[in-house]
């Protein structure tokens, strides 16, 4: 199994030898969608877009917010923390392409967006993200209030940081235990048990055309082979 994150070569790489080995996803490039309100300094919400940005040229940075004034501000901290930036150049290509902020009518739609959206991160930097957390049913990992930047998740926080991009949070998890086990089926009919559902099997075998199916279960249960 092979997993983590990693640029385009990364993912590359693990496409060529997924099904000799098993990887964890294709993913990226990375992602945040901040939903924010006018409790949350713009300067601190502008670093936090542009500590996604700084990642690579794809790199996406979101904010969806009620309030215009508090949107224009958050522009404004992001055009001066541009300002001589160590990866000045790579970081204006992502906000430039995929930088996006939205005013919408109220942090309920902010939340309909975002799960449309299902961001690898989401940060809520609301007064009250314990309220609006319940709408939220696509995001690869959530980072609650004003005091937890993503940033803690890329190095410290607890949770696996090796996430779902590019909407795969609609059905996919972080990386976990799981990821690195695999499992059987195992199967035992008593005889009694394949008597009980051997016209069903027939049925459906024989629906599909299979007549060796129907037949592999027709000679165990026939009444001279009883």
């Given at each position: 199994?092979?997993?983590?994150?990693?640029?385009?070569?990364v993912t590359l790489a693990k496409k060529m030898v997924y099904g000799r080995v098993g990887i964890d996803s294709l993913a990226g490039p990375s992602e945040v969608l901040v939903i924010a309100d006018n409790s949350a300094k713009p300067e601190h919400v502008a670093a936090d877009l542009l500590a996604q940005a700084e990642h690579d040229p794809l790199a996406a940075a979101i904010l969806l917010t009620p309030d215009a004034d508090f949107a224009e501000k958050v522009q404004k901290a992001v055009s001066q923390q541009l300002e001589g930036h160590p990866r000045q150049e790579?970081?204006?290509?992502?906000?430039?392409?995929?930088?996006?902020?939205?005013?919408?009518d109220s942090?309920?739609?902010?939340?309909?967006?975002s799960n449309l959206f299902a961001p690898e991160h989401l940060e809520l930097e609301i007064d009250e993200p314990w309220e609006l957390l319940p709408l939220i049913r696509h995001a690869g990992a959530i980072f609650l209030g004003h005091s937890t930047p993503e940033a803690v998740?890329?190095?410290?926080?607890?949770p696996n940081h090796t996430l779902p991009t590019a909407g795969a949070a609609r059905y996919a998890s972080a990386l976990g235990v799981e990821t690195f086990m695999k499992h059987s089926s195992i199967i035992q009919y008593s005889e009694k048990a394949l008597h009980n559902v051997a016209d069903a099997v027939q049925t459906l075998a024989k629906a599909e055309g299979l007549a060796s199916h129907a037949e592999s279960v027709r000679i165990r249960t026939a009444k001279d082979e009883a």
């Open positions: 199994m092979i997993t983590g994150p990693g640029n385009i070569y790579l970081t204006e290509k992502a906000i430039a392409h995929y930088g996006l902020v939205v005013v919408v942090l309920e739609q902010a939340a309909e967006l998740g890329d190095y410290l926080a607890g």
